[in-house]
C-alpha cells in the first residue's frame, strides 16, 4: 500500500480561487490588497522565494510592493523600509524575508513590524496573541497545515499528534494552533532531547516533521494508520553535484503510512496561500 497524498499544490490551487472572489468584492469597496516583500541581498534561494510570492500575488489580484536593500545594507537602512511600509496605507501586510544577513538584528527587525500588518504571523505581539487564545494574523505554515488536513478530512479533534521541532516559525506556534480549543488535538512536542523519538511517532495519529533533519522520519517509525505531514526543507547536494531541496521525511514512509503531505507539492505551497490570505484578511479589516 502506498499512502494516500495530501496535495498542497492542488488544495492551494483552490484556495487562490477563493481569495480571486474575495479580492473581486473588496475591488467593489474600492480596496486593493497589497502585500509588501523585504529582500535584503541577493541569496538565489530567498530571490525564488520572493519571486514566487509576488507571481501568486498576481495570480490572485493581490497587488506586490517589492522592497530590496544590498546585501551589506545598515540596520538604519532596513529600519527606514520597514518604516515606511508601517506608514504606507497601500500595504496591507508585508514580510521581511528570512533570513537576514548575519550582520543584521532579526530581532529588532521584526519587532520593528507593525504587528496588524505582519503577514506571516511572526511578531511577538502575534505569537503572544496565539499563546493567549486572541486574534492576530497565523503563522503561514502552521496555519497551511492545519487548513491541509482539514480539506482531506483527517480528524484533529482527539488525534494524537506527534510534533518533531520546536523552531519559531513552525513547531512551538503549530503545537498552539493544535491545541487550541477550536482544533482539539492532543499534542506532543518532540525535540533533540526526547528520547525515544520513535515511539511517540508510532502512537501518534499524525506525525509532523519540521526539524531540518533530512530522513529524520524512517519507514520504522510509522505505521499503516499514521498520517504523515512533512515540513522539513534542506538544500543538499545531490549525487550529480547540483544542489537541490529535500524533506525530513525518507521516502520509503510513503510505502508505510496511510497520508502523506510530501516536500515538494504538501506544506510549502500552502504556506504560500496562507501568506495570501493573511494580506486578504488584513485587506477586508479595513
Ligand atoms: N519571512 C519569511 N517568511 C517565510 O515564509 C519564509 C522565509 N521568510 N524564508 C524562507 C522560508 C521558506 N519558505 C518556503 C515557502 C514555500 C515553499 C514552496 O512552495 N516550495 C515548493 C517547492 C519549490 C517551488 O516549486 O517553488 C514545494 O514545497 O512544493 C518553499 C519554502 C518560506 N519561508
Avoid: F, W
Avoid at 487548513?147 to 503545537?175: K, S
Amino acid at each position: 500500500m502506498t499512502a494516500i497524498i495530501l496535495d498542497g499544490k492542488a488544495t492551494a490551487a483552490k484556495i487562490k480561487d477563493e481569495l480571486r472572489v474575495r479580492v473581486k468584492a473588496l475591488a467593489e469597496r474600492g480596496v486593493t490588497p497589497g502585500l509588501g516583500t523585504v529582500l535584503v541581498g541577493a541569496d538565489p534561494g530567498s530571490e525564488a522565494y520572493v519571486n514566487g510570492k509576488h507571481r501568486d500575488c498576481a495570480e490572485v489580484g493581490i497587488a506586490s510592493i517589492r522592497r530590496e536593500l544590498p546585501a551589506d545594507a545598515t540596520q538604519q537602512q532596513l529600519d527606514d523600509v520597514l518604516t515606511e511600509l508601517n506608514a504606507d496605507p497601500g500595504c496591507h501586510g508585508y514580510i521581511v524575508q528570512l533570513p537576514l544577513p548575519g550582520h543584521l538584528d532579526t530581532q529588532r527587525a521584526l519587532e520593528m513590524i507593525d504587528p496588524d500588518k505582519d503577514a506571516d504571523g511572526l511578531h511577538p505581539v502575534n505569537l503572544g496573541r496565539l499563546v493567549l487564545g486572541y486574534d492576530g494574523p497565523l503563522p503561514c505554515t502552521p496555519r497551511g497545515i492545519v487548513e491541509l488536513l482539514r480539506r482531506y478530512d483527517v480528524p484533529l479533534r482527539g488525534a494524537n499528534v506527534a510534533l518533531v521541532g520546536r523552531g519559531n516559525t513552525v513547531g512551538r506556534p503549530l503545537g498552539l494552533l493544535l491545541n487550541r480549543r477550536s482544533e482539539n488535538a492532543t499534542v506532543t512536542l518532540c525535540h533533540t532531547g526526547t528520547l525515544d523519538l520513535a515511539a511517540h511517532t508510532r502512537a501518534a495519529d499524525i506525525v509532523i516533521v519540521a526539524a531540518g533533519v533530512p530522513g529524520l522520519l524512517t519507514a520504522d517509525m510509522v505505521t499503516p494508520d499514521t498520517t504523515v505531514v512533512d515540513v522539513g526543507i534542506t538544500r543538499v547536494i545531490g549525487d550529480d553535484g547540483k544542489g537541490r531541496y529535500t524533506g525530513d521525511v525518507d521516502p520509503e514512509v510513503a510505502q508505510v503510512a496511510a497520508r502523506l503531505a510530501p516536500m515538494p507539492g504538501g506544506v510549502g505551497p500552502m504556506t504560500r496561500a496562507m501568506l495570501l490570505t493573511n494580506v486578504v484578511e488584513r485587506a477586508e479589516r479595513g
